[in-house]
């Protein structure tokens, strides 16, 4: 396991060692622990990570169950473990009887474990995320079965609204913890292959904390100097790595794998 405390050093080398790159600091904004957890915090906020990644309880969604009594609006929250925030969510997932999904009249679910559901007749169905304009006809179809959701603030919408109970799961990201009050003893929830990459992120931020516009700008090129790095859709850079743009742990596992496409279409 590796700690903040543990990458004190790198960020100093990665600043030439400089004197002034210390934790005895006055102001704690100044710390090299405090750069790392600014560039842990926003590299895990957008990019995933198996170490941040959970699944939810599973959450009983139905007539009057939701947000002051609706049927179509739900907190966030309900849907993650105490304690935790998002930052990435796969799609909700909906437990169908058997005899539902096969479109069949619907039938109540009891609430169970996802260990028990497995060995009944329920069956998964990943929900559709569609924006909340195209969202809006959706919203008061009464009697249906979720297939849809959009978000709104803090809350997530499914459509149409559903006609009974059902049960409903998020997997998500959560976003890293650390231990505010002592920084350096904060656990790094991410692969040891990315320890150079937030130890460079952070020196990069303490040389602009420390006004050495030169250096930092030289860190950012070797943060993001590949040019397969720059993402075709936008042209801004993608992700960071210092000999190569970084893979994700899911592009390495179906690197090898085939890739079924499905066309589809919908409005707006």
Not at 224 to 238: C, F, M, Q, R
Request: charged share 15%.
């Amino acid at each position: 396991m590796t700690h903040i405390a543990d990458l004190l050093n790198k960020v100093k080398a990665n600043l030439q060692n400089r004197s002034d790159v210390t934790e005895a600091a006055t102001n704690p904004e100044m710390r090299p622990s405090a750069w790392l957890r600014d560039a842990i915090r926003e590299i895990t906020a957008s990019q995933p990570f198996a170490e941040l990644q959970v699944t939810g309880p599973v959450v009983t969604i139905g007539p009057g169950l939701g947000w002051q009594g609706s049927n179509f609006a739900y907190p966030v929250s309900m849907f993650l473990n105490p304690g935790d925030d998002v930052t990435l969510t796969e799609d909700p997932a909906i437990f169908l009887a058997s005899n539902q999904a096969a479109g069949l009249p619907i039938r109540p679910v009891p609430v169970q474990t996802i260990n028990q559901m497995v060995s009944g007749n329920l069956v998964a169905y990943g929900m559709n995320f569609i924006k909340l304009k195209a969202f809006q006809s959706e919203i008061f179809i009464p009697g249906g079965v979720p297939y849809k959701y959009t978000r709104w603030n803090t809350q997530f919408f499914f459509g149409p609204q559903p006609g009974q109970q059902y049960l409903v799961y998020l997997p998500y990201q959560k976003r890293h913890p650390f231990h505010d009050s002592n920084l350096p003893s904060s656990l790094i929830l991410m692969p040891r292959d990315w320890h150079d990459i937030i130890a460079y992120a952070a020196a990069e931020r303490g040389a602009i904390a420390l006004r050495w516009n030169d250096q930092a700008n030289f860190i950012h090129t070797l943060l993001y100097g590949d040019p397969k790095s720059l993402n075709p859709n936008t042209g801004e850079y993608a992700r960071p790595g210092l000999i190569a743009a970084k893979f994700m742990q899911e592009e390495r596992d179906n690197r090898l794998s085939t890739v079924q496409i499905l066309p589809g279409a919908q409005r707006y």
